[in-house]
T-cell receptor, first 114, second 114 residues
Framework: AQSVTQLDSQVPVFEEAPVELRCNYS??????LFWYVQYPNQGLQLLLK??????LVESINGFEAEFNKSQTSFHLRKPSVHISDTAEYFC????????????FGSGTRLSIRP | GAVVSQHPSWVICKSGTSVKIECRSL??????MFWYRQFPKQSLMLMAT?????????EQGVEKDKFLINHASLTLSTLTVTSAHPEDSSFYIC??????????FGQGTRLTVV
């Protein structure tokens, strides 16, 4: 079985400051890793994913995450945040096969202060 | 990307009644869909895996007689909350895969039982 741990339930940062949201996973098999973002009262949007290949993956809005197999981590980073990044961020994992169920971490609420 | 649509977006029902939530894949066929529930300020918890033409697979602790899932076609899965009670009030989200590695999520259904 897979599990995901997001160590920080809330992360407050100032606008234009860097941020890191931490994620660790546990699995006995190979996995895919994801970060999803949820804005208030909305569904989920895929931010980025690691399937294979380069361990550093990037999103179109400046976020990046690095897959670290030895540390079983997939931390999310952004060098300079904006007010519009305020949202709930979920790290997730699924088995390394097609159409597998996705297991979510508990979520990290990113709040940006002006 | 592919679109998954849920209906209704929100519903209020009286305690003791049943509520049906629909999940449709609009531009692709999905042999497997997943149902999640999300309590306020919490993560998404997988309830069940819906399989077209066969019985759903429920996660441990989810009452199959309470949450009826029917996946009658390749584009539609339904979740019926039977004899709903206030503790069933939650945000229900479905997801489906299009060609294997990326899951698409519906916009969610907010159920309030009064």
């Amino acid at each position: 079985a897979q599990s995901v741990t997001q160590l920080d339930s809330q992360v407050p940062v100032f606008e234009e400051a860097p941020v890191e949201l931490r994620c660790n996973y546990s699995s006995s098999v190979s996995v895919y890793l994801f970060w999803y973002v949820q804005y208030p009262n909305q569904g989920l949007q895929l931010l980025l994913k690691y399937l294979s290949g380069s361990t550093l993956v990037e999103s179109i809005n400046g976020f990046e995450a690095e897959f670290n197999k030895s540390q079983t981590s997939f931390h999310l980073r952004k060098p300079s945040v904006h007010i519009s990044d305020t949202a709930e961020y979920f790290c997730a994992v699924s088995r390394y096969s097609s159409a597998s169920k996705i297991i979510f971490g508990s979520g990290t609420r990113l709040s940006i202060r002006p | 990307g592919a679109v998954v649509s849920q209906h209704p977006s929100w519903v209020i029902c009286k305690s003791g009644t049943s509520v049906k939530i629909e999940c449709r894949s609009l531009d692709f066929q999905a042999t497997t869909m997943f149902w999640y529930r999300q309590f306020p300020k919490q993560s998404l918890m997988l309830m069940a895996t819906s399989n077209e033409g066969s019985k759903a697979t429920y996660e441990q602790g989810v009452e199959k007689d309470k949450f009826l899932i029917n996946h009658a076609s390749l584009t539609l899965s339904t979740l019926t909350v039977t004899s709903a009670h206030p503790e069933d009030s939650s945000f229900y989200i479905c997801s489906a895969y299009d060609r294997g590695t990326e899951a698409f999520f519906g916009q969610g259904t907010r159920l309030t039982v009064v």
